[in-house]
Nanobody, 121 residues
Framework: QVQLVESGGGLVQAGGSLRLSCAAS????????MGWFRRTPGKERAFVAG????????NYADSVKGRFTISRDNAKSTVDLQMNSLKPEDTAVYYC??????????????WGQGTQVTVSS
């Protein structure tokens, strides 16, 4: 079992930045591919970014490319999402996700509780 705890959400004005962090526990972190999803009211959860076990491969949704950066620290068992140039449409609950994989998978087995990000116009 893997436990994921997100932090760093909040309210920010459009054009601003936020950094989300996720702490993982329960299994060797280096065995996990990590990622972030988000959900807005009335919509399905959508992939935002993913990173493989070593940090050498990343993947992003087209809507966040060039603005968001995912990174991981295997020594600290954490994964971060740096979000720059935020837009009102980035407003969502952001979920940290994990899966035992050496690649960046399309689906994930473990989910955090989520953290709210609100971008005001």
């Amino acid at each position: 079992q893997v436990q994921l705890v997100e932090s760093g959400g909040g309210l920010v004005q459009a054009g601003g930045s936020l950094r989300l962090s996720c702490a993982a526990s329960g299994r060797p972190f280096s065995m996990l591919a990590m990622g972030w999803f988000r959900r807005t009211p009335g919509k399905e959860r959508a992939f935002v970014a993913g990173i493989n076990w070593s940090g050498g491969t990343t993947n992003y949704a087209d809507s966040v490319k060039g603005r968001f950066t995912i990174s991981r620290d295997n020594a600290k068992s954490t994964v971060d999402l740096q979000m720059n140039s935020l837009k009102p449409e980035d407003t969502a609950v952001y979920y940290c996700v994990a899966k035992f994989s050496r690649l960046v998978p399309a689906t994930y087995d473990y989910w955090g509780q989520g953290t709210q990000v609100t971008v005001s116009s």
